[in-house]
């Protein structure tokens, strides 16, 4: 499997804007979610995908499941303190870890 070049922090873009008449509410999760999903078309690029198990707004950590090509990759690893919890840590302050399940 390929290391994930791609989620390096350098080629990752913070969340655009919402669109107004979709948008949800502002919340932590729904903040937590638009950040995966901009990191989404890395991770199928590779054969992978992520999914959000939770998140605990007291303690700031962010649970989830890495599929696909990413579960059993053995940069996966890599990936997820790398290029997930780099990203999340960046764009919503609340989140203080990121652990995979």
């Known amino acids: 499997m390929p290391?994930?070049?791609?989620?390096?922090?350098?080629?990752?873009?913070?969340?655009?804007g919402k669109d107004t008449e979709t948008s949800h509410p502002d919340t932590l999760e729904?903040?937590?979610?638009?950040?995966?999903e901009n990191l989404r078309p890395s991770l199928r690029a590779d054969g992978g995908d992520i999914e959000l198990l939770g998140v605990d707004g007291d303690t700031g950590l962010v649970r989830?499941?890495?599929?696909?090509?990413c579960r059993s990759?053995?940069?996966s690893l890599v990936t997820l303190t790398m290029g997930v919890e780099a990203q999340?840590?960046?764009?919503?302050?609340?989140?203080r870890e990121v652990i995979a399940e």
């Open 64 to 69: 989830v499941r890495l599929t696909g090509a």
């Open 30 to 36: 729904q903040r937590v979610l638009d950040v995966l």
């Open 3 to 16: 290391a994930h070049d791609s989620l390096s922090p350098g080629h990752m873009s913070r969340p655009s």
């Open 73 to 75: 990759c053995s940069a």
């Open 88 to 95: 999340l840590l960046r764009d919503v302050p609340e989140v």
